[in-house]
């Protein structure tokens, strides 16, 4: 069972990225799936949510209107679109898989996270 986070890497100011996050060993599709990120120097923190289904989604107010969530059950995969990026949004993401959530049902804190994928760094430059 292991999940990763792939698409970090080096944007300026207003640059955009894609993060993904894959499962192998285990589906994702019954699973709801979080976006964390952990600045240096700082605690982790929750990013965006989305629902085992995908029919609801939940962004904190950081990122709100500038990040989108999304997931393809399909593909075993769950995306993290990033827009208009500042260099406070630099740190490692991290996706991370509910085991127990309920169908249609957003879980927003760390706590109720099963799985953790290793992470991808993220730096905006200034």
């Known amino acids: 069972v292991q999940l990763q986070a792939f698409g970090g890497g080096l944007v300026q100011t207003g640059g955009s990225l894609k993060l993904s996050c894959l499962a192998s060993?285990?589906?994702?599709?019954?699973?709801?799936i979080g976006w964390f990120r952990q600045a240096p120097g700082k605690e982790r923190e929750g990013v965006s949510y989305?629902?085992?289904?995908?029919?609801?989604?939940y962004y904190e107010d950081f990122v709100r209107g500038r990040f989108r969530i999304s997931r393809d059950n399909a593909k075993n995969t769950v995306d993290l679109q990033m827009n208009s990026l500042k260099p406070e949004d630099t740190a490692v993401y991290y996706c991370?898989?509910?085991?127990?959530?309920?169908?249609?049902?957003?879980?927003?804190?760390?706590?109720?996270?099963?799985?953790w994928g290793q992470g991808t760094l993220v730096t905006v430059s200034s």
């Open positions: 991370a898989a509910d085991e127990n959530s309920v169908s249609g049902a957003v879980s927003t804190t760390s706590e109720r996270y099963d799985y």
């Open positions: 989305i629902s085992a289904d995908g029919d609801n989604t």
């Open positions: 060993g285990f589906t994702l599709a019954a699973k709801s």
